[in-house]
């Protein structure tokens, strides 16, 4: 069973930036897929970031330029690493782990809230 733990969230001033984690239970990220989700209230879960195992990336627009994922597989760790932040990115962010192509997968983080306001 895989799990997944999420750290990193917090309030920010626009403008600002954060980075989370999300620190898997194995050596799994060379293996898997990886992706980044949010909710904001009263929306659906929206995807953010992927990160598949040979490290392509992919962005919704409304991030592109300005949130980065990353891996350190010895750390078996995911970053998403959010610049310039504005106050429409307020959700609580979310890690998912896929074991295909398709997303989501089956295993989910906590979830860690993200609020952007002066």
């Known amino acids: 069973q895989v799990q997944l733990v999420e750290s990193g969230g917090g309030l920010v001033q626009p403008g600002g930036s954060l980075r989370l984690s999300c620190t898997a239970s194995?050596?799994?990220?060379?293996?898997?897929?990886m992706a980044w989700y949010r909710q904001a209230p009263g929306k659906q879960r929206e995807l953010v970031a992927t990160?598949?195992?040979?490290?392509?990336?992919n962005y919704v627009d409304s991030v592109k330029g300005r949130f980065t994922t990353s891996r350190d597989a010895g750390k078996n760790t995911v970053y998403l690493q959010m610049n310039s932040l504005k106050p429409e990115d307020t959700a609580v962010y979310y890690c998912?782990?896929?074991?295909?192509?398709?997303?989501?997968?089956?295993?989910w983080g906590q979830g860690t809230q993200v609020t952007v306001s002066s």
């Open positions: 998912n782990l896929a074991r295909g192509p398709a997303y989501p997968g089956d295993y």
């Open positions: 194995g050596s799994i990220f060379r293996v898997y897929n």
């Open positions: 990160l598949t195992n040979d490290g392509s990336t």
